[in-house]
């Protein structure tokens, strides 16, 4: 996914792609096993600097490869005529838009080879994701209580 995927602030974001999915629900975010580059890197900050002004990104000094990095929920996957219609200033013009919410970053990156479109994790990244998610939900509630 983009650059803000996982690492950023946003509650709501769009990710452009070529393919239309029907998939709604969780949705598991891998990293390319191809380090990025570097300039297209900066280009997408400074370009989600100016497309949000007034939000502060975080980004990363860092971007791991070949690993799962976490996930998001996707509430839909639009057409871009539907797109348009729905989100005039949106920031794709992919043909098919994924509409994702609530990301999370996994504390641990577990590495994996990735595969094209989406497709059905190894049932031990699985299974070990979904444990790292369930202890990072009750270390928040922790700290949300001694707060």
């Known amino acids: 996914m983009t650059v803000p995927t996982v690492q950023s602030n946003y509650t709501i974001w769009h990710e452009g792609r070529t393919w239309y999915t029907n998939h709604r629900g969780r949705l598991w975010i891998a990293s390319t096993a191809k380090p990025p580059d570097h300039n297209v890197v ?57 509409i994702c919410s609530n990301p999370v970053s996994l504390r641990l990156r577990f590495p994996i080879k990735g595969q094209h479109k989406i497709y059905t994790l190894d049932k031990t990244i699985h299974q070990a994701a979904l444990k790292c998610l369930q202890k990072m939900s009750k270390i928040q509630a922790e700290e949300a209580n001694a707060a």
């Open 42 to 98: 900066r280009a997408l900050e400074n370009q989600y600097r100016v497309l949000y002004p007034d939000k502060q990104f975080k980004f990363p000094s860092f971007y791991p490869t070949g690993c799962l990095l976490g996930c998001v929920n996707v509430d839909d996957c639009l057409p871009q005529e539907e797109y348009q219609k729905l989100y005039p200033d949106g920031e794709s013009d992919s043909p098919y838009v994924f």
